[in-house]
């Protein structure tokens, strides 16, 4: 089973966005809400795995809230415009409906995004935790990874790439950053980014808020562990 929220701040497109839930039998409703900032509060606290996000709302736009979410579920974009597209892919998107949807289109979107989440589901069984190393799905092969080796982790869309100390490719896996998060030593590594999670064993020079790996490699933290990355300095680097 699916779980989803639906939101929509125009009371005949929720229902209706509702009521497509209902009748499609690998959809479970987990809530429905017509304000943006709620949804942000919501998640949380709560695990959910598709979103249906109207754009256009007043205070906090869909789009913004995409944009702001750190470990998103999957997301359909509906709307009234036709100029979203670009922007919806900048978010890695599903699908997005132009409304007024038929269900057809809802069916087709919603099976599109089924498949992708039963993928992560089977691939986060794949990775196998032992000790101080993990062994982890890269194409047709199973590669063991000490956590020692590892650098830092870059989600791109599907794929985290694993970087490793002294090799020059990282190992590419098809699968979520928030499901190798749970399986790493917390001790050790440290989200700084929706994007990255760095080894903090590793960290030998940091300028203002980045951490420089070469002179063509850094990673910039964001503000969202802006506060908790200084922290770590204060505790290990001399002012």
Not at 33 to 57: G, H, P, Q
Not at 120 to 141: H, P, Q, V
Request: hydrophobic fraction near 40%; charged fraction near 25%.
């Amino acid at each position: 089973m699916i779980t989803c929220i639906a939101v929509d701040d125009e009371p005949l497109a929720l229902r209706q966005i509702v009521s497509y839930i209902e009748k499609t039998p690998f959809l479970q409703l987990s809530a429905k809400f017509s304000n943006a900032t709620l949804v942000k509060e919501y998640l949380k606290n709560n695990e959910v795995d598709l979103l249906f996000l109207d754009i256009n709302m007043p205070d906090l736009s869909g789009m913004e809230l995409a944009k702001s979410l750190e470990n998103p579920p999957k997301i359909i974009f509906t709307t009234a415009y036709s100029d979203y597209a670009i922007e919806g892919y900048k978010v890695n998107a599903v699908d997005y409906l132009l409304k007024p949807i038929e269900y057809q289109d809802f069916l087709l979107a919603s099976t599109k995004a089924e498949v992708l989440i039963k993928k992560e589901r089977l691939l986060k069984t794949e990775i196998k935790k032992t000790g101080d190393y993990l062994f982890i799905k890269s194409g047709a092969k199973h590669i063991r990874i000490n956590f020692n080796d590892i650098e830092y982790l870059e989600a791109q869309k599907e794929y985290v790439y694993i970087y490793l100390i002294n090799s020059g490719e990282p190992v590419k896996t098809l699968i979520r950053l928030k499901n190798i998060e749970e399986v790493v030593p917390k001790g050790n590594f440290m989200r700084i980014h929706r994007s990255f999670i760095v080894n903090l064993n590793h960290i030998v020079t940091v300028e203002r808020n980045r951490i420089i790996y070469s002179d063509k490699r850094f990673i910039v933290v964001s503000d969202t562990y802006l506060n908790q990355f200084k922290e770590f300095i204060s505790n290990n680097f001399y002012n």
